[in-house]
Each structure stands twice: as structure tokens, then as C-alpha cells.
């Protein structure tokens, strides 16, 4: 089946520096990727959908600035957290939809653990 | 999307089967119900999903009410690597529209 990758896994970063996420969709083209982020024993949180080519669709609360979101060509997408800061040690994981089907079924990449010291 | 309402947690004895009910009263006729459930620290893992006709697969059955206002996800003999959080969404696969999660329903195999 189809797979989203996601890296890195896991990182540990200072204060005020900046993050990059990246997700790829393996072997198949995703025009619409979508960026959450989690925290413990909660649920997912929709942050923004990110769509080739276009500039990505924020969620209300979600600074665009800060999370600064790319999706450059139809396997991958980027998600930037500018000037991390503690409060935004999070879970962030992404999706992708796989067009072209009758019924898309939308794939998760495994995560990316943030922390910020 | 439809918003859906699960119970908060559920145990199920090893071997036994697991049955995740969700309400989703307010389901519309192009909307799917999808189940994924997310094992603690890894990404939401695809389980079924179904339009209005009940659908099994390797993993899970997923029975839909007549009226679409509800499902039911079975694990059909739970081991302890079923426990995970499961959580029922609704889709307008057509529109490709943004998921909304919900709280979900923990459920805890126990031997």
C-alpha cells in the first residue's frame, strides 16, 4: 500500500532556532497534504492543509509565520517551525490523500517528536 | 465533516472480540466513515472504511447501521498489540476535505 515518510522521528533543538519536517509520499502523488500536531494523551489537531503548488490553508490559531509550510512538488511537503520555542514541543505528524481512486484513503506519516529546550 | 462521538475507553480480554461502537448522527450521503487507530507515539494507521454496506477486511469488520447514524468497528479476536487508540472520522472522500479528530475511544487488551 501506499506510504507516507516522514523525518526526522524525533529532535531536540535550542530555543529560537528553526525546525524543518519533511513528508514524502513514496509511490504515489498527493496534491493535498495536511499538517497536525499532538500533544500527550490528546487528539489530533489540524494545523493546515498544504496544497501543490499554492500556499497552504491555515486553521484558526495557527500562525502562518511560524509555521511556515511548503509543498514544492506532488511527493513532498514541508513544515518549518520557525524560532521554536518550549511551548512548541509537540507531536506533529502529516498525511496525504492519494487521488485518483474512488475511495481515497488518506495515509499518515509516523510522526515527528519536537522538543525545544 | 460529520462530527462523531465515541466512548473514552474500552477494555477487551485477549482473544476476545473488540467492539468500538460511534455515533455519527449527522452523517451526510457523500460522506464515508473511516477507522484508523494510532498505537501510542506513531503515526494514525488505516483500518477500513465502508460508505453504507458493512466491509471486512484482514484487520477488522465495520458494520453500519441502516440509517448510516452509526458503526461499529470489530477486532474479531483483540491481542494485546490491538491496544491503541481508534478513532471513527467521517470523509467527503469527493472534496478531499481536511479530517477532523475526535477524542476517540482507548481501548486496553488485557490478558
Known amino acids: 500500500g501506499a506510504v507516507v515518510s516522514q523525518h526526522p522521528s524525533r529532535v531536540i533543538c535550542k530555543s529560537g532556532t528553526s525546525v524543518k519536517i519533511e513528508c514524502r509520499s513514496l509511490?504515489?502523488?498527493?496534491?493535498?497534504m495536511f499538517w497536525y500536531r499532538q500533544f500527550p494523551k490528546k487528539s489530533l489537531m489540524l494545523m493546515a492543509t498544504?496544497?501543490?503548488?499554492?500556499?497552504?490553508?491555515?486553521e484558526q490559531g495557527v500562525e502562518k509565520d511560524k509555521f511556515l509550510i511548503n509543498h514544492a512538488s506532488l511527493t513532498l511537503s514541508t513544515l518549518t517551525v520557525t524560532s521554536a520555542h518550549p511551548e512548541d514541543s509537540s507531536f506533529y505528524i502529516c498525511s496525504a490523500v492519494e487521488f485518483g481512486q474512488i475511495n481515497e484513503k488518506l495515509f499518515f506519516g509516523s510522526g515527528t517528536q519536537l522538543s525545544v529546550l | 465533516d460529520a462530527k462523531t462521538t465515541q466512548p473514552p475507553s474500552m477494555d477487551c480480554a485477549e482473544g476476545r472480540a473488540a467492539n468500538l461502537p460511534c455515533n455519527h448522527s449527522?452523517?451526510?450521503?457523500?460522506?464515508?466513515v473511516y477507522w484508523y487507530r494510532q498505537i501510542h507515539s506513531q503515526g494514525p494507521q488505516y483500518i477500513i472504511h465502508g460508505l453504507k454496506n458493512n466491509e471486512t477486511n484482514e484487520m477488522a469488520s465495520l458494520i453500519i447501521t441502516e440509517d448510516r447514524k452509526s458503526s461499529t468497528l470489530i477486532l474479531p479476536h483483540a491481542t494485546l498489540r490491538d491496544t491503541a487508540v481508534y478513532y471513527c472520522?467521517?470523509?467527503?472522500?469527493?472534496?478531499?476535505?481536511?479530517?477532523?479528530f475526535g477524542t476517540g475511544t482507548r481501548l486496553q487488551v488485557t490478558l
Open positions: 472520522i467521517v470523509i467527503d472522500t469527493g472534496t478531499a476535505s481536511k479530517l477532523t
Open positions: 509511490d504515489f502523488q498527493a496534491t493535498t
Open positions: 449527522t452523517i451526510s450521503g457523500n460522506e464515508y
Open positions: 498544504s496544497n501543490e503548488g499554492s500556499k497552504a490553508t491555515y
